[in-house]
């Protein structure tokens, strides 16, 4: 069962203009989410004191949604609510993407971060947490979390398993260009597929990390990931992570932000990680030299090299904890919404 929020502001508390603004929202819920007649269970709404000229419920059915379980209730009259205001919960079965809220009049202004689409760029160099925020923002959000750097991981991932190295650019793009590099969603989670195999656990690998970061000076590389990332970000909300989001692959984005920290910080982040995962061959000396000659690499290199865009809020949370550092950016969102 999903269920789909929303909610349409009337002009006027007649039963005439409840019974068409009733029509519209619940057309508008029903285009955005592809649903029929059939898959449309219950819905529940609810009014503001100022609408009693008739029931929505009542006018869901005159409109023709009378397949549906139609039921109504008045809001509590609450200090400085929006005035004349129908919200609406509709429960249905069998949507094939993830529900679509949807939040039309003035209405639109209460729920922005949802209602409108929303893409958040988060860029910065390698262990500065912009993962853990992306993830956490994405849920608090509830919306898509895209790591751009798992795809260039697969491309890395790619050229070892036939043993090219990125310095053979012919080879190197030849394989990545016949390669099937894609990411799907399981449960809201990210899962990175390399030709049809689910990569996502051996791309996390160290060796793979530096391996990546000189896959992706390459420019037939970088054109088609920023392809597939243009491609998923033009459809729905989401958080994307990387090195060039605000600069190269959405310079558009209305919210960018550079995450940062300090070299000694983010290999510290990083060796806790992978001893997470098991890997505890790498000590942090070493792994502080590897971050800081894959920054050196990532910046340095010719195309979208990592740079902050002149208009992202620079964050560094070298003395921040990971809730501080989200609390920030959201703060920073509702405030431009
Ligand atoms: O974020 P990460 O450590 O998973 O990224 C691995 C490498 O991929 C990184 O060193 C540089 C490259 N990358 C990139 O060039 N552009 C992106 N948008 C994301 C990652």
Redesign the pocket.
Known sequence: MNIIRGAITVDADTPEEIREKTGELLRAVAQANDLSGDNLKAIIFSTTQDIHSCYPAKAARECGFEKAALFSSVEPDIEGALPLCIRVMVFAEGLKKKEKHVYLGKAAALRKDISAKLIVALDGP?GSG??TIAKALAAAYDILYL???????ACALCLKRQNISPDDVAAAERAIGAADIGVRYEAGTQHTFLNGEDVSAEIRKNEI?ML??SV?KLSGV?KKMVEKQREIAGTQSCVL?????GTA?LPDAPFKFFITASPRVRAERRWKELKEKGETGIGIEELTREIEA?DE??RNREI?P?RQAPDAVLVDTSDMTAEEVVALIREKIQEKI
Request: proline residues 0%.
């Open positions: 390698a912009k993962s790591d751009t750097g798992a795809m260039y991981r990390s990546a970061s992706a970088r992570d990387g090195r060039d989001i692959v894959r690499q990532d979208s990592l």
